[in-house]
């Protein structure tokens, strides 16, 4: 059994790991692993927080033990499934360490990198984000919407959010406070991230393969991120419509102008057209809808906004004693 030294228990760690995690039972036992030999090599106490998003198989049994045997390991359980970026920011608003590193719990993010994450935050950087030169055995279609994604969102959000980076990254205390000082509700947390400013590096690595399980980011739920980045860090969607509608306009005078010379200079000219009227009225239907649906996505956000919800609901709490709590419920 693991015991730390002692008086760790009441001690303040200097740097905390966050992790979520969703139906892990396959990699906790490998993750504890890995990471607690990187933590016994750190040179300075370090807290592992484990957030249960609302996982309905044995993590949070597996949770509980590694709690009961190693006080360094403390954790929240979410009352039902959040999501990632919402069990993320839950993670850090109990932080308690001078630093934080956020990593996913299948391993895909090496825990062995964060000692050059240190390297690099010792020299005066206060955000150092990993970024993936390669993705080892995810599949082409992951792959290529997310090499789509990623750099539209640079070419549309109003901020410089790199490329390629996932929420594995290194935060000085600093700028988790200011995180987690944030009002929003629509949390996705790479783009606030980039928001925020101050000293900011990138750490190239390749991800790995997942250790263990399925992934658990189904389309739908990497859908939502995305369209969550777009629409959070981006108000070029919503202006599409206007675009669309000038051209529309643009094509209709062109055609009236058209149709009437056709009248005056060819009066014998029979104006069938059926087809196209069809055409067009599909398109300029969709466009309506797509519009409309555009103006949703944000109406939407203000309206979870205006609620005022608390962000995630708390079923268990454990070894967070000192801690000054969250900042964001309620
Ligand atoms: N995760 C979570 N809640 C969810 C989905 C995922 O906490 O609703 C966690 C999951 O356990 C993992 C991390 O988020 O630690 C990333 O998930 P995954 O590996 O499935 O996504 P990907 O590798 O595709 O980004
Ligand atoms: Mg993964």
Same mark, same amino acid.
């Given at each position: 059994m693991h015991r730390s030294p002692v008086g760790l228990e009441f001690m303040t760690p200097t740097y905390s790991l966050v992790i979520p995690i969703y139906n892990e039972e396959a990699t906790i036992a490998e993750l504890y692993r890995r990471v607690s030999i990187l933590m016994d090599r750190l040179d300075a106490p370090t807290e592992l927080i484990l957030i249960n998003d609302g996982s309905r198989d044995r993590s949070l049994c597996l949770i509980r033990e590694l709690h009961d045997k190693d006080p360094r390991v403390c954790y929240l359980s979410l009352a039902?499934?959040?999501g990632h970026q919402i069990a993320v920011t839950a993670g850090l608003n109990f932080v308690r360490g001078k630093v934080v590193i956020i990593l996913d719990? $299948? &391993?895909? $993010? #090496? #825990?062995? &990198?964060i000692p050059d994450m240190l390297e690099l935050w010792r020299q005066g950087y206060q955000v150092i984000y990993a970024q993936r030169t390669q993705r080892k055995k995810e599949g082409w279609f992951k792959r290529l919407t997310a090499y789509v994604f990623y750099r539209l969102l640079k070419r549309l959000a109003d901020i410089d959010i790199p490329t390629d980076t996932g929420d594995f990254c290194l935060m000085d205390r600093q700028v988790v406070d200011v995180l987690n000082a944030?009002?929003? @509700?629509? @949390?996705y947390i790479r783009g606030l991230r980039s928001w925020v400013g101050f000293r900011q590096t990138s750490l190239k690595f390749e991800r790995d393969p997942r250790f263990a399980g399925e992934v658990k980011y189904t389309f739908r739920k990497s859908f939502s991120l995305a369209i969550n980045g777009l629409v959070s860090f981006s108000k070029v969607p919503l202006q599409i419509s206007t675009y669309i509608g000038l051209f529309s306009a643009f094509i209709a005078l062109i055609m009236a102008v058209l149709v009437l010379c056709w009248r005056i200079f060819? #009066?014998?000219s029979p104006l069938t057209g059926i087809t196209i009227v069809i055409m067009a009225m599909f398109f300029l239907g969709a466009v309506q809808l797509v519009s409309i649906g555009i103006l949703g996505e944000y109406i939407g956000r203000i309206y979870e906004e205006v609620k005022n919800r608390p962000l995630y609901t708390l079923g268990e709490v454990a070894g967070f004693e000192g801690c000054k709590g969250p900042r964001l419920l309620g």
């Open positions: 039902r499934n959040f719990a $299948d &391993l895909q $993010d #090496p #825990p062995e &990198l944030m009002p929003e @509700r629509n @949390r060819v #009066p014998s």
